[in-house]
């Protein structure tokens, strides 16, 4: 059996520079959780389905278990814990708390991650468009549509206006 | 569910890169991640070293010119998606990436991390495929281009060999006037296909037609038979109806949990005849 290679690495995540030194086959989920104790970031399936552990990776959604932590040595990445700010919550933590966006919780980081850079650049979603840029989030609980009117609120908060 | 352990490498040259994979047969390219990283995780692959090709950013890129369009290998599906240069000649990029995955992993993924990898249900390898696409293929002494048609070999093999890399995907212009279609049936967004079809048309000089079906088990797969319903039907909704029948009398689908090969083989002449519509309509003259 081959024994793993370490290297050190250094990533920012939530704006805050983390070094550590880590096995090469560890995970970027793994890593989030159980090197730096981030534990927001949730893990589903491991295997890219189910888009509970997605992170932003330099700003854009990626499947943090899909991705190796010696990846993203030098990377800028952020979690569900930068979201809020303080005790104020995101216009999306606000929605999804307004329309019980929610149920087990599970899949919700995962789900706000993809939609805060969702609607960073696409303000005005439709609800069809909403629903495809859901897709690759699976929730067990809700069935969706109460999910679907969360987002939809959060963008009408986010641009300024009170549904 | 954890990748076994392996040497880690991070060239930033091809060269290093080929130099790596020329030395170790064991190696395995890291692209995008969105096949491989789950492949890892279920230790199907057992790579003695990885090779991770994301920060050679010479290999992305896309460049256009009178000849054609040049897509780097490591290439995000998502900057493929959205450039305006290959929407304006090449529409079946964008109309098939719309059905790869999610925004999620459009984000990592890359166009020639999915055609090495050649899923024989996934979309790009049958896109190739209709536009006559050329890959270039290189190792550390020399390179080689191979057309799509030789390229995709069966589920999940390419004529790839130890020791070489994918590093470029050439498009040739297509015919003047030429209109593109694509359709998809999938249970799900983003799914892997039941069955889809990619077609290209046009009327210029003696007449031009690609008809591809994949989802059937092994593959993108040229339907010659289809192909000549069209171009004999003078594009008619005739034509487009024998297309159809052509493509389900020509597919060997299979059996499996997704569906029934019946289903499978009806469904493709379906999508090809639903992509023959649609392209001719987009077509010119």
């Given at each position: 059996?081959?024994?793993?290679?370490t290297?050190?690495?250094?990533?920012?995540?939530?704006g805050?520079?983390?070094?550590?030194?880590?096995?090469?086959?560890?995970?970027?989920?793994?890593f989030?959780?159980h090197?730096?104790?981030?534990?927001?970031?949730?893990?589903?399936?491991?295997?890219?389905?189910?888009?509970?552990?997605?992170?932003?990776?330099?700003?854009?959604?990626?499947?943090?278990c899909?991705?190796?932590?010696?990846?993203?040595?030098?990377?800028?990445?952020?979690?569900?814990?930068?979201?809020?700010d303080?005790e104020?919550?995101?216009?999306?933590?606000?929605?999804?708390?307004?329309?019980h966006?929610?149920?087990?919780?599970?899949?919700?980081?995962?789900?706000?991650m993809?939609?805060?850079?969702?609607?960073?650049?696409?303000?005005?979603?439709?609800?069809?468009?909403?629903?495809?840029?859901l897709s690759?989030?699976?929730?067990?609980?809700?069935g969706?549509?109460?999910i679907?009117?969360?987002?939809?609120?959060?963008?009408?908060?986010?641009?300024?206006?009170?549904? | 569910?954890?990748?076994?352990?392996?040497?880690?490498?991070d060239?930033?040259?091809?060269d290093?890169?080929?130099?790596?994979?020329a030395?170790?047969?064991?190696?395995?390219?890291?692209?995008?991640?969105?096949?491989l990283?789950?492949?890892?995780?279920?230790r199907?692959?057992?790579?003695?070293?990885?090779?991770?090709?994301?920060?050679?950013?010479?290999?992305a890129?896309?460049?256009?010119?009178?000849?054609?369009?040049?897509?780097?290998?490591?290439?995000?599906?998502?900057?493929?998606?959205?450039?305006?240069?290959?929407?304006?000649?090449?529409?079946?990029?964008?109309m098939?990436?719309?059905?790869?995955?999610?925004?999620?992993?459009?984000?990592?993924?890359?166009?020639?991390g999915?055609?090495?990898h050649?899923?024989?249900?996934?979309?790009?390898?049958?896109?190739?495929?209709a536009l006559?696409?050329?890959?270039t293929?290189?190792?550390?002494?020399?390179?080689?281009?191979?057309?799509?048609?030789?390229?995709?070999?069966s589920?999940?093999?390419?004529?790839?060999?130890?020791?070489?890399?994918?590093?470029?995907i050439?498009?040739?212009?297509?015919?003047?006037?030429?209109?593109?279609?694509?359709?998809?049936?999938?249970?799900r967004?983003?799914?892997?296909?039941?069955?889809a079809?990619?077609?290209v048309?046009?009327?210029?000089?003696?007449?031009?037609?690609?008809?591809?079906?994949?989802?059937?088990?092994?593959?993108?797969?040229?339907?010659?038979?289809?192909?000549?319903a069209?171009?004999?039907?003078?594009?008619?909704?005739?034509?487009?109806?024998?297309?159809?029948?052509?493509?389900s009398?020509?597919?060997?689908?299979?059996?499996?949990?997704?569906?029934?090969?019946w289903?499978?083989?009806?469904?493709?002449?379906?999508?090809?005849?639903?992509?023959?519509?649609?392209?001719?309509?987009?077509?010119?003259?």
């Open positions: 059996m081959m024994s793993s290679e290297r050190t690495i250094r990533v920012t995540i939530n805050r520079a983390f070094g550590r030194t880590i096995e090469t086959n560890l995970l970027l989920s793994d989030i959780r090197e730096v104790e981030l534990t927001g970031t949730h893990v589903g399936c491991e295997h890219g389905v189910c888009g509970a552990c997605t992170i932003l990776f330099e700003g854009k959604p990626a499947r943090s899909l991705m190796l932590a010696v990846q993203a040595d030098g990377a800028r990445i952020e979690t569900i814990e930068s979201l809020a303080g104020r919550l995101h216009p999306l933590q606000t929605a999804f708390a307004e329309n966006g929610l149920q087990c919780g599970y899949c919700t980081p995962g789900i706000l993809t939609m805060k850079a969702y609607l960073a650049e696409t303000p005005r979603p439709t609800e069809a468009q909403v629903r495809e840029a690759g989030n699976l929730c067990r609980c809700t969706y549509q109460q679907v009117e969360a987002v939809l609120q959060a963008a009408a908060l986010m641009r300024g206006e009170r549904p | 569910m954890k990748p076994p352990p392996f040497a880690y490498r060239p930033t040259t091809l290093d890169a080929l130099a790596l994979l030395d170790d047969a064991e190696a395995r390219p890291l692209a995008g991640g969105q096949s990283m789950p492949m890892l995780n279920f199907l692959v057992r790579p003695s070293t990885v090779v991770d090709l994301n920060r050679i950013s010479a290999l890129g896309i460049a256009v010119d009178r000849g054609g369009a040049t897509i780097g290998a490591m290439t995000r599906q998502v900057d493929a998606l959205r450039a305006p240069v290959l929407a304006e000649q090449w529409p079946l990029i964008r098939a990436l719309e059905h790869v995955g999610h925004l999620q992993t459009r984000n990592r993924g890359t166009i020639g999915s055609l090495a050649n899923d024989p249900a996934a979309e790009l390898p049958a896109v190739m495929l006559d696409a050329r890959m293929v290189q190792r550390a002494k020399g390179a080689r281009t191979i057309s799509a048609q030789e390229f995709f070999v589920s999940l093999t390419t004529a790839i060999v130890a020791g070489e890399l994918l590093t470029a050439h498009l040739p212009s297509p015919p003047p006037g030429a209109g593109m279609g694509f359709a998809e049936l999938a249970r967004h983003g799914d892997f296909a039941l069955a079809a990619a077609i048309v046009s009327r210029a000089g003696a007449g031009h037609a690609r008809v591809v079906v994949t989802g059937m088990g092994d593959g993108p797969q040229r339907i010659p038979a289809a192909e000549a069209l171009l004999n039907g003078r594009f008619g909704e005739a034509a487009i109806a024998e297309a159809g029948a052509a493509a009398a020509a597919v060997s689908p299979i059996d499996d949990l997704h569906a029934p090969a289903y499978r083989r009806k469904i493709a002449g379906v999508m090809a005849a639903r992509a023959a519509r649609d392209a001719i309509g987009r077509m010119a003259g």
